[in-house]
Nanobody
């Protein structure tokens, strides 16, 4: 089993920044691609960003491209999501997920392990 724990969420004004962390334990972290997803009240969980096990490749949802950056430090078993120029529509619970598949996946069903989520609230 791979355990994932998200942290770094909070309340921020529009235009501000936050950095989320996803820290793993239990299995070899470097074997897994990691994705960030978010879920707003009354909406389905949606893809935000993903990074391959090596960190060489990343992919972003159009809604966050140019504002969010995903990165990883395998020595620390951690993936980061740097969020800049935040907007009210970024308000959601943010989850990280892990999968052992090749390539970058954007579907919720492609991920085998999930964290408990961290709340991000952007005030306008």
């Amino acid at each position: 089993q791979l355990q994932l724990v998200e942290s770094g969420g909070g309340l921020v004004q529009a235009g501000g920044s936050l950095r989320l962390s996803c820290t793993a334990s239990g299995r070899t972290f470097g074997d897994y691609a990691i994705g960030w997803f978010r879920q707003a009240p009354g909406k389905e969980r949606e893809f935000v960003a993903a990074i391959t096990w090596s960190g060489d490749y990343t992919h972003y949802a159009d809604s966050v491209k140019g504002r969010f950056t995903i990165s990883r430090d395998n020595a620390r078993n951690t993936v980061y999501l740097q969020m800049n120029s935040l907007k009210s529509e970024d308000t959601a619970v943010y989850y990280c997920g892990a999968n052992g598949l090749i390539g970058l996946r954007v579907g919720v069903d492609d991920y085998d392990y999930w964290g408990q989520g961290t709340q991000v609230t952007v005030s306008s």
